[in-house]
């Protein structure tokens, strides 16, 4: 009986995706047609001679349709559009993007100082002859040349063909591919051991034996070797089916190195190569934790890892076939506990402890991490606040009536209110508690400087900054937020916020993003359900930056890097302030365990929409001047290759 593996759990889990793939690519295909038929029509000699009657009835039926409002339909024709789009660009990442013959022969002659050795590790066991054959060519067909395949062949009685091919590109090879029988099958993660064994490389790299490696990828990271130093690489993949790798149903196009994403999701997965030396002696995969032994070590050898290289490109083809998801995780439970426990095992070396581990609704395999909160720290709540009671109040009582946290104080920073409303709701809260503080700050209105003067008087460890207009929803919010600010790689805490139609407000931001090429937030006005872009709006992960709507720092760190930059008065101090932390080497994180509604700008009013928008452009052009370098090189948590233009992670 085959032996469970990760990659078996993964893809059953996303079985369901991939069937809505197929769907979807059914429904491009026809749409194709369709269109090939409509270009047809157009070019008719009918068609031009009805331009002028066709262009009175689309005026009219343009005018009807705005009149009833039709924003559905707009909305699906929209989609379809935007789906044509995305399918075009896919196969800009299938067999179109292999070199050339004229590139292939240049990379083959490039010279590398550094002309290390791979050695491709590929356990074999029962693999069929059109993938085993499809996967050795895809080694040998490499534009660098300096690798070596080690095979090691688990297969029982029935499937001798599998040594018997092997062989038969081994004298193809020049001695680059290593065969050995194995008495037994001992399953991924002894027979990948047995491979190491035969290993003689700088490097090592882990291949599945279906699958499929694109003609450059070991060119891409001697490459990287060379120029950056690396000594674990990875790139992005694609699931593909019927043979074909043009036929994409999963594109993976992944962040950088990203600790809190690895912890939670095995995101790195293929094609990982590594130096050698990051084992230092110990096991590749250890079979304590069988099932999730890759995630095991993908923890280990990043951590000891200087320079983790990530290539955002798709180099790697994973192959979806009837038997790679034939076993459901739900059979094998044991494969959920390995993750956990590997988990488990690598926090216990960065010397945390008493933390709660469990599957999310994204994927059995997808983790929420949940850690001890030290003491009983005090949290100081600073609230910019000028006028509108009502919105106010909703968000003080729905923290006093919601929070299961109860070491805090929340600062109220007045800032020129006028009604009557407002300087009775302060009285009120004053006097009925103790907890609650107004303090004022006088002159023109500047988000910055509002907020430095609310942590002046803080008296608090930690800093949680929170607009006027948002209510809390998760009871455990500040724990959430606690747990990760209390980690000493860390700098800002961001939450995930609603607006009041339960879609997505902030989800963490990324830099570069939008028509000012300033910052803007990812998975905007998604709907609250929706599991986001390979499950992410179900696990915590680093960001760039998150919002300053809701944002908790240790107050010293607030302090250590000086806190909100007055020159941003209104907008991006947010991020400026998080792009400050990272430079000093924190991690910033997004959590979609903490959950607000935040209804966004009412709580000042509507500016002078002329002065609101050149305000916002000086504060651009000053924020593109600042952070030029690092908007330059892009966001390390927003892959390339999806457009800046939009935030749903549509490829540019």
């Not at 790697?316 to 988990?343: D, L, N, Q, T």
């Not at 729905?398 to 109860?406: A, E, L, R």
């Not at 608090?460 to 937020?481: F, R």
């Amino acid at each position: 009986m085959a032996e469970f593996d990760y990659k078996e759990a993964y893809e059953r889990e996303h079985e369901r995706c991939i069937r809505l793939e197929e769907q979807v690519l059914a429904l491009e295909t026809a749409n194709e047609d369709l269109q090939k038929k409509l270009d047809k029509i157009k070019d008719s000699v009918f068609w031009k001679a009805s331009k002028p009657a066709r262009g009175a009835i689309n005026f009219v039926l343009a005018k009807k349709q705005r009149l009833q409002q039709c924003d559905g339909i707009g909305d699906l024709i929209r989609s379809i559009r935007f789906k044509f789009h995305q399918s075009s660009r896919k196969k800009n990442f299938g067999t179109a993007s292999f070199p050339t013959p004229e590139q292939a022969q240049e990379q083959r002659e490039t010279h590398f100082e550094k002309n290390v050795k791979i050695s491709i590790l590929v356990p074999l066991w029962n693999t069929p002859e059109n993938f085993l054959r499809e996967m050795i060519e895809s080694v040998m067909n490499q534009t660098y040349e300096n690798w070596e395949l080690c095979l090691a062949d688990g297969s029982d009685g029935e499937h001798a063909y599998v040594g018997d091919i092997c062989k038969e590109y081994q004298q193809k090879a020049n001695g680059r591919i290593l065969y050995q029988k194995l008495l037994k099958n001992e399953g991924i993660a002894g027979n990948t051991n047995q491979c190491y064994k035969m290993a003689t490389g700088e490097y090592i790299g882990l291949f599945d034996h279906d699958d499929v490696l694109h003609p450059s990828v070991l060119f891409e990271y001697v490459k990287a070797i060379n120029e950056k130093d690396a000594d674990y690489l990875y790139c992005d993949e694609i699931t593909f089916h019927n043979g074909d790798i043009n036929k994409m149903l999963v594109m993976h196009f992944k962040p950088d190195y990203a600790l809190d994403n690895l912890r939670a999701n095995n995101y790195i997965c293929h094609f990982s190569v590594f130096s050698r030396e990051l084992l230092d002696g110990t096991e590749l995969f250890r079979t304590a934790f069988d099932g999730s032994q890759d995630h095991d070590m993908i923890l280990r050898l990043t951590d000891r890892a200087k320079h983790v290289v990530h290539i955002p490109k798709v180099l790697y083809y994973w192959r979806s076939h009837a038997a790679s998801v034939a076993s459901g995780i739900g059979a094998k439970p044991y494969a959920i506990e390995a993750g956990k426990g590997a988990i488990a095992d690598h926090l216990k070396n960065h010397g945390l402890d008493h933390f709660q581990i469990s599957s999310t609704r994204a994927c059995e395999t997808i983790y929420r991490i949940r850690y001890q909160i030290l003491g009983n720290p005090k949290i100081s709540i600073v609230i910019a606040n000028k006028d509108h009671a009502e919105d106010l109040q909703r968000c003080v009582d729905s923290i006093i009536n919601k929070s299961t946290y109860g070491n805090y104080e929340i600062i109220i920073v007045e800032n020129n209110s006028t009604t009557e409303e407002i300087k009775k709701l302060y009285e009120q809260y004053q006097s009925q508690y103790d907890f609650i503080k107004v303090v004022t700050f006088t002159g023109a209105f500047n988000y910055s400087a509002v907020n430095n003067l609310g942590v002046k008087k803080a008296t608090g460890d930690y800093v949680l900054l929170l607009n006027n207009d948002t209510e809390v929803i998760t009871p455990g919010w500040m724990e959430e937020l606690l747990m990760y600010a209390q980690r000493e790689d860390v700098g800002a805490v961001g939450a995930k916020l609603y607006y009041p139609d339960k879609t997505i407000q902030h989800a963490g931001v990324v830099i570069g993003l939008g028509a000012h090429r300033t910052a803007g937030h990812t998975h905007y006005k998604i709907p609250q359900q929706n599991l986001g872009y390979m499950g992410r709006l179900c696990y915590a992960q680093n960001m760039t930056a998150v919002t300053g709507a809701c944002l908790m720092v240790r107050k010293d760190r607030f302090e250590e890097v000086g806190g909100l930059e007055e020159s941003f008065a209104i907008s991006l101090n947010d991020v400026d302030f998080c792009l400050k932390l990272r430079a000093k080497g924190y991690l910033n994180v997004f959590t979609p365990f903490a959950e607000l509604y935040h209804y966004e700008s009412i709580s000042r009013g509507m500016d002078d929409q002329g002065e609101k928008a050149e305000r916002y452009n000086q504060e651009s052009a000053r924020f593109r001047e600042k952070w030029a370098k690092e908007l330059e090189a892009g966001d390390p948590y927003y892959n390339p290759n999806f457009s800046l233009d939009r935030s749903d992670f549509a490829l540019r």
